[in-house]
């Protein structure tokens, strides 16, 4: 993508992908083509309002495991069973400096499923062990990195001391 604006790449790799999603094509093979363009902007739209708020909320962040990849949105979640690789609207999140916790290498199963969540709104529980407690995405990847999950865009690498 040398020398082409990131917007026009990210709207080429949008309108790709809902271009070959399974229903847009069956909808062009029974000749209802101007729906299947409608139904493509709307995805489009919806997936460049997905990475405004990947770009803007503080405790957003994309994670990766055996189960599948999740763009975690406050309290949007967008996923899919498939790794980052094969889900090009997390891809371009991460691209584009949305934080990215592969979980992959964690070989501690049990250890990660008693972490606390993310806090969705920013609140933060004082107490933060037990079911349904949340903590702050800096602290989650402190705890999440000392089990052995790699952190792309790191948002501590930003705090001051």
Do not use: R, S, W
């Given at each position: 993508m040398k020398g082409i604006p990131m917007q026009t790449g990210v709207l080429r790799v949008l309108r790709a992908t809902a271009a070959s999603w399974w229903r847009h094509k069956e909808l062009r093979r029974s000749g209802q083509s101007l729906l299947a363009q409608r139904l493509e902007r709307e995805a489009v739209l919806r997936?460049?309002?997905?990475?405004?708020?990947?770009?803007?909320?503080?405790?957003?962040?994309?994670?990766?495991?055996?189960?599948?990849?999740?763009l975690h949105l406050g309290w949007t979640t967008v996923s899919t069973f498939a790794p980052i690789e094969r889900f090009p609207l997390a891809a371009l999140a991460v691209a584009r400096g949305t934080p990215f916790i592969d979980i992959r290498p964690v070989t501690d199963v049990t250890a990660f499923a008693n972490l606390p969540r993310v806090a969705q709104d920013g609140s933060v529980d004082p107490e933060p062990w037990g079911p349904g407690k949340s903590v702050s995405l800096t602290?989650?990847?402190?705890?999440?990195?000392?089990?052995g999950a790699r952190i792309l865009n790191d948002p501590r690498s930003h705090q001051s001391a």
């Open positions: 997936d460049l309002g997905y990475l405004k708020q990947a770009a803007l909320l503080p405790n957003a962040h994309v994670i990766c495991g055996e189960g599948g990849t999740f602290t989650y990847i402190d705890m999440v990195e000392g089990l």
